[in-house]
Structures are given as structure tokens and as C-alpha cells.
């Protein structure tokens, strides 16, 4: 089945202890990207990837690295948490970088940081 | 890159024809347009995408005016299953130096 993975679905973690939320998708898609949602804020990106060895930063990267060694995988790394990192976090991929390219959703990953 | 304003929510009833309309005033040639449904506590998911005039799947209508200024989506005869957030969202990412911004979504709720 065609899909972007997540994991953990659920973390509570406390300031200051790093963190790696993983993506994975089975799509071979060429674009990914991670965003938070917070109540009244609706998704904001965080950073996204064109391909292997590409990111670039989004809305809100400050407190937040990525890397995309291979093409399926996009980790969101937190090196020192803050509570202001407590959302819901999503990872999307995409076929291509260009704009006809639907993005699919994982079922997202709630952090709490303490 | 185009920014999107979308009214934050909406009342129907169930068997009612639900019209959403986007705003984007600023959309660039080669922007297109694509409405995205979110439930709780689930990823975001594709409904439709179109460039100019109408398109239709088997979920909703798209219509889009000449200007391509603005965007309806149109859930025809919706259920309660339908009650969800609904995102608008215009721009290309052909560029490295274009982030893809979602607005905040119109909230729709639909009563029996």
C-alpha cells in the first residue's frame, strides 16, 4: 500500500532531551516536507526536500534539522526541545517538485515537551 | 508565492450543496490550485486540483473564474462524514526558494 509512515504517532519527552521523528514513504517521491499544526495556525512548514541531498527551510525551521540521505527517508530532528515544540507534527510527500503533484499525508506525530 | 484567504468556518445540512470559496489575489501563471481535507487528528488529504475554468471528480467540483483570482470548491448533497477542515492551496514548487503555505482552513460542519 502506497503511504507516507510516520513514527512514533506519540511522544512525550522533556525540554532539552533531543528528539527524531522518522518519515518514511514507499512512493518513490521526489519531494518531502514536514509541518506543524497548532490550534488557530492551521499547517506551517517547517523545511522540505526536493530530492536527496537537497532541504531548504520553510515557515518556521528555527529549533528544527532535517536531512534526506535517501529518497524515502525525511527525519525531522529536535536537538534540544522547547514547550513551544509541543504540536502536531505532519510529513508529506510528493511525485515531483512541480505544482500538479498532490501532496500525501502521514497520520501525523504528537509531541509534548514538558 | 500566493497567499490564500478562506472564511474560518461553515454551517450545512446534510443533502445541502456546500460551496468554499478561496481567495488568492496574488496566484502567478503557472500556480495551481488544490483543496485538501483534514479531519481530526489525520494527515491532510487530496480532494481536487485545477488550473483554470471546472473540474470534477467524484468527490467535488472546482470552478475557477477566468481571473483565477479566486476558487469554489463544491461538495455537492454532503453528509455528516463530510464535517472536517478544508484547505486551499495555491503555488508552484518548481522554485527552491518556495515554500508551500497552507492558510487556516475553513472549518465545516454539517448537521443532520
Same mark, same amino acid.
Given at each position: ?12 519527552? +522533556? ?6 521523528v522518522?518519515? $518514511?514513504?514507499?512512493?518513490? %517521491?521526489?519531494?518531502?516536507?514536514w509541518y506543524r499544526q497548532d490550534? *488557530?495556525l492551521g499547517l506551517r512548514q517547517i523545511y522540505?526536500?526536493?530530492?536527496? #541531498? +537537497?532541504?531548504?527551510?520553510g515557515d518556521v525551521p #528555527?529549533g528544527y534539522? +532535517? ?9 525531522l530532528?529536535l536537538?534540544?526541545? $522547547?514547550?513551544n515544540q509541543t504540536s502536531l507534527y505532519f510529513c ?8 500538479? $503533484?498532490?501532496? %500525501?499525508? *502521514?497520520?501525523g506525530t504528537r509531541l509534548? +515537551?514538558? | 508565492?500566493?497567499?490564500? =484567504? ?11 450543496? !456546500? ?35 471546472? !473540474? ?5 467540483? @472546482? ?8 476558487? =469554489? @470548491?463544491?461538495?455537492?448533497? !454532503?453528509? @455528516? ?19 508551500? !503555505?497552507f492558510?487556516?482552513? =475553513? ?6
Amino acid at each position: 500500500e502506497a503511504q507516507v509512515t510516520q513514527n512514533p504517532r506519540y511522544l512525550i519527552t +522533556v525540554t532539552g532531551k533531543k528528539l527524531t521523528v522518522t518519515c $518514511s514513504q514507499n512512493m518513490n %517521491h521526489e519531494y518531502m516536507s514536514w509541518y506543524r499544526q497548532d490550534p *488557530g495556525l492551521g499547517l506551517r512548514q517547517i523545511y522540505y526536500s526536493m530530492n536527496v #541531498e +537537497v532541504t531548504d527551510k520553510g515557515d518556521v525551521p #528555527e529549533g528544527y534539522k +532535517v536531512s534526506r540521505k535517501e529518497k524515502r527517508n525525511f527525519p525531522l530532528i529536535l536537538e534540544s526541545p $522547547s514547550p513551544n515544540q509541543t504540536s502536531l507534527y505532519f510529513c508529506a510527500s510528493s511525485p515531483t517538485i512541480n505544482s500538479n $503533484s498532490p501532496l %500525501h499525508f *502521514g497520520n501525523g506525530t504528537r509531541l509534548t +515537551v514538558t | 508565492l500566493a497567499k490564500t =484567504t478562506q472564511p474560518i468556518s461553515m454551517d450545512s445540512y446534510e443533502g445541502q450543496e !456546500v460551496n468554499i470559496t478561496c481567495s488568492h489575489n496574488n496566484i502567478a501563471t503557472n500556480d495551481y490550485i488544490t483543496w485538501y481535507q483534514q479531519f481530526p487528528s489525520q494527515g491532510p488529504r487530496f480532494i481536487i486540483q485545477g488550473y483554470k475554468t471546472k !473540474v470534477t471528480n467524484e468527490v467535488a467540483s @472546482l470552478f475557477i473564474p477566468a481571473d483565477r483570482k479566486s476558487s =469554489t @470548491l463544491s461538495l455537492p448533497r !454532503v453528509s @455528516l462524514s463530510d464535517t472536517a477542515v478544508y484547505y486551499c492551496l495555491v503555488g508552484p514548487r518548481n522554485s527552491g526558494n518556495t515554500p508551500l !503555505v497552507f492558510g487556516k482552513g =475553513t472549518r465545516l460542519s454539517v448537521i443532520a
